[in-house]
């Protein structure tokens, strides 16, 4: 008997600490899908090096397990692409920092970004990295939202395609918080929690 009290009071704590959450996707289905596009960038990029840069701070947690499955020479650069921040829920200014120190003449590129909104992030930071001659410019999401866009840019690799609601999670955040979730997740009814800690 007490330990079906003690499990029933463990489970209530667990799911109220998480009960403003909804998981999207598993940590299993990340995996899995990983370990696939890195197989086919395997295949697409068979004896050639391949720079990959990495778009902070939400593209950390996909591009780590990423480069990790990768079996061709791959170099790691990093970028900033913020346009939400502590804004929350609110898109701001976009703002992209870190290119213009990045010498990519004659380089594959396979640019990381964690979702893909309305496109309007991906599409810039490819149109600046043109200009850097490049031999050739691939982009990966985590997520796109199936939601009309303005722009007819897609990505070259999308991991998942979600809904449009506001996503936490896996690199992803809400005012700085949730990046260290394991999975995708919503919050329920697409409402943030008030205060945070």
Known sequence: MKLLIFIFLFLS???????NL???VSPEEISKKIKEVAATIDQQYA??????IMVMKGAVC????????????VTLE????SSYGKNGTSRGEL????????????KNILVIDDIFDSGFTMETIVQRLQEKKPKSVKTLVLLAKKIPRETSYRPDFTL?????????GYGLDYKEHYRGLNGVYAF????????LN
């Open 47 to 52: 004896d050639q090096d391949l720079t990959v």
């Open 188 to 195: 329920i009814n697409d409402t943030p929690p008030a205060v």
């Open 62 to 73: 996909v591009t780590s397990d990423l480069i990790r499955q990768l079996h061709i020479p």
């Open 95 to 106: 703002r992209i920092t870190g290119l213009d120190t990045l010498d990519l003449t004659n």
């Open 78 to 81: 990093y970028m900033k692409a």
């Open 13 to 19: 704590s667990v799911c109220f600490a998480d009960n």
């Open 160 to 168: 998942f395609e979600i809904g449009n609601r506001f996503i936490v």
């Open 22 to 24: 909804e998981l999207l």
